[in-house]
Structure formats: structure tokens, C-alpha cells
């Protein structure tokens, strides 16, 4: 197994194709089955009560797997979610960035899917826990 990406490479790519969340990820870390991504929290996720929202916290799932799978099959934009599932277990901590553990669990030719654990920076309880699956398009 090897990376088809880097996560600067990754980063670069998701801001071509996704300019209008470009200031809200960082990649921390990329390895071949794993990834570490933030959602670098700004006034805009956040819900009433200064905890950060649910919305926000399924685009960092959503993302962190789409660069999983963007690291390992390139330049795809049009891979896509087909399923999810998110599990939120405690309010985020405001004022501190949301960080999300991705596992790729399964990358096939046609369907990746990748686990989630999301925390509040500097803390060990997760605050949510996603499942997702990816459609990959078809190499023409």
C-alpha cells in the first residue's frame, strides 16, 4: 500500500475542489490507512451555548475520510458519500479546535469505508464517533 498523495498535496487538491471550506481543515498527520484531521473552530460552527455544532462536526468526518480516500486513489473528486452514520457523545469544548481520528477500514474498487473518532483538542474522551462509505468512481 502506498499514498497516491501527501497530505499538502491532499490539502492543496480539496481547496481547488472545495474552495468554500478551505480555511476550516488542517491535515495533522497522513499515513497509509490513517489521518489526522482538524476542524480549525471559528465562530461560524459553532451552535447556541458556544459548543461547536453537529453540522460541523459530520464536514470534519466527511472530510477527513474524503482525504483518506483522496490520498489513496488521487485525484477523484467525484467520490462520494453514500452512507454515514455519526454517534454524538458529549459537547464539544468551546474554544478549542475538533480533532478527528479517521481509520481507513476498507478501500476496494468501487466503495471505501472509513471510521471516525472525533475529540476536543487536548482531551481523551471523543466527543463523536462516524462510520462512512465512499463511492469511487470508475477509472475510465
Known sequence: ????MNAQEVMDYMAEVFPQVRDDFAIDRLEETSLTMRLLTDERHLRPGGTVSGPSMFALADCAVYAMVLARVGRKALAVTTSCSVDFMRKPEAGRDVVAECRLLK???SLAVGDVLMFSEGR???VARATMTYS???AR
Request: proline content about 31%; cysteine-free; aromatic content about 0%.
Open 1 to 4: 500500500m502506498t499514498l497516491a
Open 107 to 109: 478501500l476496494g474498487r
Open 124 to 126: 481523551p474522551e471523543p
Open 136 to 138: 469511487i468512481p470508475p
